[in-house]
Structure formats: structure tokens, C-alpha cells
């Protein structure tokens, strides 16, 4: 019982802590002096989000943070590392270059990831590789928090269809919260759904 209500506890901590970090980011990208301050505070922010949204999947799925530790800092890292798109499509590591684009970079399209993820799924399953079915997970996990975190600025990019319009600022804070319980719900759905196979994607968490 005890236990019970401090998962719980943890649970809610991570999903407020989201949200509040998200707001904060939010500020120090509105507020900072200059752009470099403006996009590492942007930056860490997503990666925070990221680490936090997977966190709360391994929550979800009774896995010992401590023990899955090192998945939590990759979410973290991919997060950030997504953004390294705008200074491969500027040519340039110049900062000013890299915020100065045309148009979005290609991580930022988010039919990308959903599209890996359907892809490497499958491989996996049909495969039966659990360990690459959990990194599909990770890999969605990162860059939909991401996206959504733009998305409030610029809409989510469905290429080569076209933009969202911008998502609502309370929307978008709602939908960073939701993600990781939504993405962990559809994975035992899933795994369910492949119960001949002895083994699920959720043993290699
Ligand atoms: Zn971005």
C-alpha cells in the first residue's frame, strides 16, 4: 500500500515536473538576453522533457528508475540532439545560421519518427527483436516531445502534407503531461497483441 501510493507520488512529481519545466524553458526562451542563451535554455528544456517523459514510462511499467537509469539519460540526449538538424540543413555550426532557416529541418517532420517507429516495429516483431522494439519506443518517446514542444510555435510538420496550425499554449502543455501515459498505455496493447510470442517488448525494460 505504502508502495502503492509512492509510486503514485512519483508518478504525479514527474508528470507536475513536465509541465512546470516546460514553463520555465518556455521563459527562458522568451526572456533570454541573447540567442545562445535562448537556445541552450530551448534546448535543455526539450532534453529535460524527454528524460522526464520516458521516466515516467519506466514508472508506469513498474521498472526500477535507478536500474534503467542510462535509458533515461539516451531519452534525454536524443531529445536534445534533435535539434542538430538545424545546423546540418544551414551548412554551418554558426549559432546565427542554424536559427535563421527557410524552412524546418528534416528531424522535424514528425511523419519521420511515426514512421521508423511503424517500421522498425515491424522488423522487430516479425524478428523477434524486443531490445530494437524498445529503442523504437525510446526514439518515438524523444522526438514526440520534442515536436510538440515546437509545435506551440510552429504547429506539428506532417510532411509532405503540411503544417498544424500552432498549438495552443495550455494544449501543448497538457499534451507534453499526457504523452508518456498515452505512449505507455499503447505499449502493452501492443506486446498483448503478440502474446504468442513468450517474449514482449516490456520484459527488456
Ligand atoms: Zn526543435
Known sequence: MFLLKTDMFLRLALTGAIGICSIIGDQGLKY????????IFDNVTHAIVGG???????????????QNFSSIVWCFALSSFIDVDHFIAACSWRLSDAV???KRPF????????VLWLVLNFYANVFNHPKLGYYTWMMLTSFLSHHI???????LWFCPIGNTQPIPYHLYLSMSMMLPHVLQWLMPSIHESKSSHNIT????L
Open 149 to 155: 514542444r515546437d509545435a506551440t510555435r510552429r504547429g
Open 52 to 66: 522526464l517523459s520516458w521516466a515516467i514510462i519506466l514508472n508506469l511499467s513498474k521498472k526500477s528508475l535507478v
Open 107 to 114: 528531424f522535424h517532420c514528425t511523419t519521420l519518427p511515426i
Open 100 to 102: 535563421h532557416l527557410q
Open 201 to 204: 517488448l516490456i520484459d527488456v
Open 32 to 39: 533570454g538576453k541573447t540567442a545562445a542563451a535562448r537556445a
